[in-house]
């Protein structure tokens, strides 16, 4: 079974500042989805970053991105340029390429962005 | 095009009464997920389901709960005699048919929370 860490349980940035989450996962798996969601207090999860693992690019969207390491199976995100917006609890998530389509989500950490 | 709809967003029952969550997918979308999140936890995957199958329940309790996807309909997730233990915020996700190697991104409604006093 496949398993996500995410070591962090919270973690603080300056507004306009740069912040690293890291997420650390486990699967004996070759080809798979990996996912950065952000729920703030409204709850409403919202996808914001996506990498297939198959990708050797690592993705970008805006202010986010993330470092994709296959072999040593981390992918951290990093938000430049930190607004108070994204303030939020962030999780890591795993998805088989495969059959199984179900996500497997990490603990979870909660950012704070100081004004 | 609406997004994932579930209702209640709030709901509170006695412990030992039937608790009924509602979640209606995204249009065009046949492919229902439920998940649970305990206070202070991430999501943890309950069960997968298409139109009138249940694809995967591995992560259901093995009593007390039951979930559906008819062939008109919302998706239920049923919990029978409910228990403090299970208060959570319950999520429902939807996805389309996965074409080629299109990921077939998930999308999430606001969650129903379930508090059992």
């Known amino acids: 079974a496949q398993t996500v860490t995410q070591s962090q349980p919270e973690m603080s940035v300056q507004e306009a500042e740069t912040v690293t989450l890291s997420c650390t996962y486990d699967?004996?798996?070759?080809?798979?989805?990996l996912f950065w969601y952000k729920q703030p207090p409204s709850r409403q999860m919202i996808l914001v970053i996506r990498?297939?693992?198959?990708?050797?690019q690592n993705a970008t969207e805006n202010r986010f991105s993330v470092n994709f390491q296959k072999a040593a199976k981390s992918f951290s995100l990093k938000i430049s340029d930190s607004q108070l917006g994204d303030a939020a609890m962030y999780f890591c998530?795993?998805?088989?390429?495969?059959?199984?389509?179900?996500?497997?989500f990490g603990s979870g950490t909660q950012l704070t962005v100081l004004p | 095009n609406a997004g994932v709809m579930q209702n209640p967003r709030h709901l509170v029952r006695r412990r030992g009464q039937e608790a009924r969550l509602r979640c209606s997918p995204m249009?065009?979308?046949?492919?229902v997920y439920w998940y649970r999140q305990l206070p202070e936890e991430g999501l943890k995957f309950m069960v997968y389901?298409?139109?009138?199958?249940?694809?995967?329940e591995s992560g259901m309790p093995k009593e007390r709960f039951s979930a559906e996807f008819p062939k008109e309909g919302p998706s239920i997730l049923r919990i029978q005699q409910v228990v403090r233990g299970d208060s959570a915020a319950y999520f429902c996700?939807?996805?389309?048919?996965?074409?080629?190697?299109?990921?077939?991104?998930?999308?999430f409604g606001q969650g129903t929370r379930l508090t059992v006093v």
């Open positions: 996700a939807s996805s389309p048919i996965s074409r080629g190697r299109g990921i077939a991104e998930a999308f």
């Open positions: 699967t004996s798996e070759s080809d798979y989805y």
């Open positions: 990498q297939e693992a198959y990708k050797q």
């Open positions: 998530a795993y998805r088989s390429a495969g059959s199984a389509r179900q996500l497997t």
């Open positions: 249009k065009g979308h046949s492919h």
């Open positions: 389901l298409q139109k009138e199958n249940i694809i995967d």
